[in-house]
């Protein structure tokens, strides 16, 4: 793994990338190869470093869950990242011109948990038995990595460029829905930019979620009651730009909107506005 000295001169450069609102070059050159636990400790570090601020973890995303990316990157699995509280946009709100460098767009299931998921090798059952309700979600996924040219190693260390997070309002208990089944329409104003289905997303999105608590169990830092799990896109991400508004459709779970403020709108005038 890759000295503490490195991990820290990383951490600082994906900082400073959010501070000045500049991506940063590939930093996997300057980890050991593929050195994921490296990645993963600067990921972990910059992370500490947000609760130390004041931020607090609502859960954990999971990324990579397509194989068509996970063949584009090398890699056999997914990746991880943390979702903190300050990543949540109510649903039919405004992202601030600014606060994200490249955003894209991805519809997907979240889980809300209604129990710690910390038992050793979870299966689908224990998913099942742990969860509260399901909703149709976005997430705004960003890298701080010049141009996405992302390796495993660079979107780890980048929080598997984790950006914001948008749930829809209305619960469904995964009894009223099958969520590999499910289908998604991601449209672009009236334009259809994306679709897919649960099965996309690692054979069904509850597989998704098997995978992230068995990894967590085993880093011992289990999902707990309350947190959400993004449980990875049910389709291709799409670009966002100023002015942007778009609205997931998921069948059995409802839709989920959001827009992105113009460039020329004062950010903190903007935040949390309803379309």
């Known amino acids: 793994m890759s000295s503490d000295a490195v991990v820290r001169e990383i951490a600082d450069l994906l900082a400073e990338a959010v501070r000045s609102g500049k991506p940063v070059p590939p930093v996997r050159d300057r980890l050991a190869a593929d050195d994921i636990a490296g990645a993963d400790a600067v990921q972990r570090l910059n992370v500490r470093r ?26 056999g699995q997914p990746d991880f990242g943390a979702l903190l509280s300050d990543m949540a946009v109510p649903d039919g709100g405004v992202v601030p011109a600014g606060r994200l460098l490249q955003p894209k767009v991805e519809a997907e299931v979240a889980l809300i948990l209604g129990a710690d998921l910390d ?49 829809g309002g209305a619960p469904v208990p995964l009894t009223a829905v099958d969520l590999r089944a499910v289908t998604m329409t991601l449209l672009r104003g009236e334009q259809k930019v994306s679709s897919g289905a649960g099965a996309d997303c690692l054979d069904g999105p509850l597989n998704a979620a098997v995978w992230l608590a068995d990894s ?6 289990p999902v ?17 730009a100023p002015g942007d508004r778009f609205e997931a459709r998921i069948s059995g779970l409802g839709s989920v909107r959001v827009r992105f403020a113009p460039e020329d709108t004062v950010s903190q005038e903007r935040e949390g506005v309803a379309l």
């Open 50 to 75: 947000k609760l130390a601020a004041g931020r607090r973890v609502v859960g954990r995303k999971i990324g990579l869950t397509s194989p068509a990316v996970q063949a584009r990157l090398g890699v």
């Open 119 to 167: 038992v050793p090798e979870p299966n689908v059952a224990d998913i099942i038995r742990a969860t509260a309700f399901a909703l149709p979600a976005l997430e705004i996924v960003d890298s701080r990595i010049a141009d996405w040219a992302i390796s495993i190693t660079d979107t780890v260390a980048d929080n598997a460029s984790t950006g914001l997070f948008v749930l």
């Open 216 to 221: 967590l169990v085993t880093a011992d830092d």
């Open 224 to 240: 707990k009651a309350g947190d959400v799990i993004l449980t990875g896109a049910l389709g291709p991400m799409v670009p966002a």
